[in-house]
């Protein structure tokens, strides 16, 4: 897939700790609610601080030419950005390991459009790629309106809801299959051991958008998938102050790749956001278990509502991959649903409008994944690039609202929905 000589000299990082400090078990021997703490980090060499410091060089001193600790300059080489790739990657249970000379198989970045930027670039001039007809709207713009005329690939969109659709779109030029689930927005959700199996079979690579379930209700590598991408700006981060994307692959062939990439490109995650998406990992499991309790019960009220036509949330047993659903996404073993509902209202934009205007708890703004709960219209704002007659076919009506369930109060959520359903 490569050109001869394109891999260049990887851009891996030093010894990771003091060997006094390596004292804490590997971290595939722990459970998810401890790596969010501890995944990829030890105490500070240095000073023995718990929490990474916030490197902010740019250059690095060296005793001869070519000659330095591990660090030559920051676009490559960065301590903080290195333990939140290190953490990342043990979450999606990666097990590449130091000695290949990468860093564990993360790889962090300005954000979620730049890591798929970067995938993109693993494909050559009139290579072809099928991805989930419905999902992330950035993802659309990138792949066809810039990708397509730029580098010359191919893209198209099936529903991945059911594999055969994969199997009828790929080509003999078919290098990469790029898989969302949930969804975005309308939370279908596609097999991925059925993908990663056929990724495997074909010879393709497989990618995962994971932004919606997090490592902490599925991990694609499991599944035979090559790599994971998050929108760390979401969930991972979870506190609504940052922008960054995070790529995972456990393949050495891909991690050496994407780190001469990601020097090459340059489009890196900075130290301080580096710092503040480890900061809001650490609540990642306690987060999830509320997002996913609340969006539950939520889910089932709307459900009931006389003004709710329809109501797409995994976790109810009406959505048509319920079992998938339990079979793939589960938190600390029980099955869950995420914390993304997708419902269309009875009416039109003019209600959609009316009910949007009328919350209080819920905040109306884009992106999702925060403490707080946010609230918006799919069609009018994150989908708007997509174009009107592909929404319509997907069924991103204008009845169609976006719900991300924060960490709030769950009583005082469904009471500010009521308030606004009201005014309908």
């Not at 891999?7 to 609610?33: E, N, S």
Request: charged share 20%.
């Amino acid at each position: 897939m490569y050109p001869a000589g394109c891999v260049g000299q990887a851009i891996g990082p030093p010894a990771l700790y003091h060997p006094r400090m390596t004292t804490r078990r590997p971290d595939q021997d722990l459970h998810l609610a401890s790596l969010v703490i501890h995944g990829g980090q030890e105490p500070d060499p240095a000073t023995g601080a718990v929490m990474s410091p916030i490197s902010l060089a740019s250059t690095y001193a060296q005793t001869s030419p070519g000659e330095h600790a591990g660090y030559a300059y920051a676009r490559g080489h960065n301590p903080t950005r290195y333990a939140l790739e290190r953490c990342v990657a043990a979450l999606e249970r990666s097990t590449l390991t130091q000695e290949q000379d990468i860093t564990n198989g993360g790889f962090a970045f300005a954000s979620g459009l730049a890591a798929t930027a970067v995938i993109l670039e693993l494909l050559d001039t009139g290579d072809h790629l099928v991805a989930m007809d419905d999902l992330y709207g950035g993802t659309y713009r990138l792949m066809t309106n810039v990708r397509e005329r730029s580098q010359g690939i191919r893209v198209t969109y099936v529903d991945m809801t059911d594999v055969q659709n994969v199997i009828d779109a790929i080509t003999d030029r078919t290098r990469l299959i790029w898989v969302e689930t949930p969804t975005n927005p309308l939370l279908k959700l596609a097999d991925l051991k059925a993908i990663g199996d056929l990724g495997k079979q074909r010879n393709i690579l497989t990618v995962c958008d994971n932004t919606f379930a997090t490592p902490m209700l599925q991990r694609p590598l499991e599944y035979g998938f090559d790599l994971v991408m998050h929108s760390a700006t979401k969930y991972l981060g979870g506190h609504s102050d940052l922008i960054a994307g995070v790529l995972v692959t456990k393949r050495g062939d891909l991690a050496e790749r994407l780190r001469f990439l990601q020097n090459a490109v340059g489009s890196i995650l900075g130290p301080f956001d580096s710092y503040l998406t480890l900061r809001g990992i650490k609540t990642l499991a306690v987060r999830m278990r509320q997002h996913c309790a609340s969006a539950q019960r939520i889910a089932q009220w709307l459900e009931a509502h006389e003004k709710v036509q329809h109501v797409g949330y995994p976790g109810l047993a009406t959505h048509p991959q319920h079992e998938l659903a339990r079979r793939q996404m589960r938190l600390d073993g029980p099955p869950a649903g995420g914390g993304m509902i997708a419902l269309s209202l009875k009416g039109g934009l003019d209600e959609a409008r009316r009910f949007l205007q009328h919350v209080r708890v819920f905040t109306l703004a884009e992106s999702l994944g925060g403490v707080e709960s946010l609230i918006e219209h799919p069609a009018i704002m994150t989908h708007a690039s997509v174009p009107p007659k592909i929404r319509q076919e997907l069924g991103i009506s204008d009845a169609l609202i976006r719900v991300s369930v924060g960490i709030e109060d769950t009583d005082d959520l469904i009471a500010d929905l009521d308030r606004a359903l009201a005014a309908i």
